[in-house]
Nanobody
Framework: QVQLVESGGGVVQAGGSLNISCADS????????LAWFRQAPGKEREFVAH????????YYKDSVEGRFAISRDNAKRTVYLQMNSLKSEDTAVYYC??????????????????WGQGTQVTVSS
């Protein structure tokens, strides 16, 4: 079973940086694909970044490529999202998600089995 808990959200000025993390209290973390999604008020949940379970292949939403970096530490059962050069449009609740299959659709929220409760990131301009 996977139980995800995000932390590290907060308020940051535009151009600043923030690192959010998501810890899993389960025992099979290393075999799951992990991703970050976000949801702004009045908008649908959208894909941000993905990291595979073995060779750590990463994918990013175009608008965060080069500014955000996803990483994972399987020993600590934690996935991170380092966010740099933050913009007001990055303001959202950020969710981590996990899936156990190897199928397509790394950016489709419906493909993910487990979700954290979310952490608020607010970028002030």
């Amino acid at each position: 079973q996977v139980q995800l808990v995000e932390s590290g959200g907060g308020v940051v000025q535009a151009g600043g940086s923030l690192n959010i993390s998501c810890a899993d209290s389960g025992h099979t973390f290393s075999s799951y694909r992990l991703a970050w999604f976000r949801q702004a008020p009045g908008k649908e949940r959208e894909f941000v970044a993905h990291i595979s379970w073995s060779n750590f292949i990463t994918y990013y939403k175009d608008s965060v490529e080069g500014r955000f970096a996803i990483s994972r530490d399987n020993a600590k059962r934690t996935v991170y999202l380092q966010m740099n050069s933050l913009k007001s449009e990055d303001t959202a609740v950020y969710y981590c998600a996990a899936r156990s299959d190897s199928g397509p659709g790394y950016d489709s929220p419906e493909r993910y089995e487990y979700w954290g409760q979310g952490t608020q990131v607010t970028v002030s301009s």
